[in-house]
């Protein structure tokens, strides 16, 4: 693989699991060729690699879906500069969905 | 409109700050890395967020005196979510804790109603759901029971033995078939699910029910409250305590956190991961139902205004209802529909008759179809349960308890109208 990979896991919860065959957990290798990866691209990474339907129930304008929680490492995206966030190897990645049904 | 400085409302909301720069250090420690942003801008760590939402809680709990020195038994009305969790870890925590810090005397037991009949789930998936909330509630260590949703009176068992049965499935079923949008199915299953929680907290003898609605869910349930029609009961649907129900007092003791704080909280606390249970809202269109589109409204606009679930919590708290001397038939809210003389309610009445062109509760004389119980049963409702009651094919679906009440209330009034003559009238 190149210039190597970045293993990080992506969990889902709150519902947001539905969207991805009811797995709570993904862990990913993701390919360092095209330089590094933020959570926007993680984002799209996902709405294109990971979804087969159904992605406005999860993505709205590159980021997810207001009333999805995004914690990196247990710590709120907010706080790590949202979308700008850079994947490091390791990360916890959870998406946790707070609306009614998922 | 509610604003203090005496600007006429001329404030706009204000959107969102710059985000906080990293390595931002907990604004109340100063110490430990900040882990969370709540409202705006506070920045928090984990350990001064479990405090500060444990003394919240009990600041709640503690400001409504409604525990004192005896013990009293509550039903938290559990259905698998991180609010729910958070709720339980709150509570147990407060019933744990030393008299010094504000123990709450409460005896907890949990509730799980089961509506996967509801959804087509099957007996398997419908049991492994329930094996799955006895195993993240097992820690807590109080008992837990459970309960089908259903439209006749059930019984609470332990949740271990639960079991259901098919037959009064078909019928709740066929209840929910029966109407046809979901913006009133979904206004039904809220009424149905508030039934049966008022008569298993009864039946466990349990005075309180605690529910885990945040004050997201309560702004969305006051504007979408606001479009169904249920102005006289929304006080008493979104504010911390319900006493509609005569021996059950309904809580909401954490209408004051945000949905983004309980969920925070759930897992900082190290609560287990929540269950999710599916519901009529699952992977449904945004414009499925009103209170669908209502929420997604208001999370939008919370993304990029930050204060506009506070804002609109804080109005809904100044809403209050008229108490009336008898109550609606199916919720028990006031009723709002007596009177009818100039009223907005007259007018939309006969709009409707001009549209459909024909009294849509007229009995077609003595026979005794469901049209003759329709009529009996809408005069003794608020305005949004006639809302549900019109949408409803078969009204003999309802509860029996709904029909019992109506018959009740109907029988009451046509005495009180034969012996009117001879009761001192108020005006004199």
């Not at chain 2, 911390?240 to 900082?268: G, M, N, Q, W, Y």
């Amino acid at each position: 693989m190149g210039s190597g990979s970045l293993k990080i896991s992506v969990h889902f919860g709150g519902g947001a699991e539905i969207l991805f065959d009811n797995l709570k957990q993904h862990d990913l290798e993701l390919p360092l060729d095209n330089g590094t990866w933020n959570l926007k691209r993680l984002i799209a990474w996902i709405r294109d690699n990971k979804m087969k339907s159904k992605q406005e129930l999860f993505v709205k304008d590159d980021s997810v879906r207001p009333g999805i929680l995004v914690l990196v490492n247990d710590t709120d995206w907010d706080l790590l500069g949202q979308t700008d966030y850079e994947l490091c190897d390791g990360d916890q990645v959870h998406f946790i969905s707070t609306l009614h049904g998922g | 409109m509610c604003s203090t400085g005496g600007d006429d409302g001329e404030t706009l909301l204000n959107p969102k700050p710059p985000l906080p720069e990293k390595g931002t250090l907990c604004r109340k420690c100063k110490t430990s890395k900040a882990q969370v942003i709540l409202q705006i801008k506070d920045a928090y760590c984990k350990e001064c967020l479990i405090a500060l939402c444990n003394h919240k809680f009990r600041a709640i709990l503690g400001k409504s005196r409604i525990f004192g020195n005896e013990q009293k038994s509550v039903l938290v009305a559990f259905s698998g979510s991180a609010s729910s969790l958070a709720l339980l870890k709150l509570l147990s925590d407060a019933v744990a804790a030393g008299p010094s810090h504000r123990r709450i005397m409460a005896c907890p037991k949990i509730i799980y109603i089961d509506e996967g009949a509801l959804l087509g789930m099957s007996a398997e998936e419908r049991l492994t759901k329930c094996k799955e909330i006895l195993e993240v509630t097992a820690g807590f260590g109080f008992p837990a029971y459970a309960v089908p949703l259903n439209v006749q009176e059930s019984s609470p068992v332990d949740i271990r033995n639960y079991e259901f049965h098919g037959n009064t499935d078909d019928k709740l079923i066929s209840l929910f078939e029966s109407v046809s949008d979901t913006t009133s199915k979904l206004d039904l299953l809220n009424r149905l699910r508030c039934n049966v929680l008022s008569s298993c907290a009864q039946q466990l003898k349990s005075p309180l029910v605690m529910l885990a609605d945040n004050s997201t869910s309560v702004a969305v349930k006051i504007l979408s409250g606001v479009s169904l029609g249920k102005g006289a009961s929304i006080s008493l649907e979104t504010g911390f305590s319900d006493s509609r129900h005569s021996d059950v007092t309904f809580l909401r003791p954490l209408r004051d956190f945000t949905s983004k704080e309980a969920t925070i909280f759930s897992i900082f606390s190290g609560c287990p991961k929540p269950v999710f249970v599916p519901s009529l809202l699952t992977l449904s269109k945004m414009d499925s139902s009103i209170q669908r589109l209502t929420e997604a409204f208001i999370v939008n606009l919370q993304n990029e205004f930050p204060s506009t679930v506070s804002t609109i919590y804080r109005t809904g708290e100044k809403f209050c209802s008229t108490p009336s001397n008898q109550p609606c038939a199916f919720c028990l809210g006031p009723l709002d529909t007596m009177h009818k003389s100039c009223s907005a309610l007259e007018a939309t009445d006969f709009s409707r008759e001009l549209s459909t062109g024909k009294k849509p509760e007229s009995s077609c004389g003595s026979c005794d179809c469901k049209n003759k119980l329709r009529s009996t049963l809408v005069q003794t409702l608020c305005y949004s349960c006639r809302l549900i009651a019109r949408s409803v094919d078969n009204p003999e679906l309802l509860p029996s308890t709904v029909l019992e009440n109506a018959r009740e209330a109907q029988s009451f009034s046509k005495m009180k109208s034969q012996i009117a003559e001879f009761l001192i009238s108020e005006g004199e």
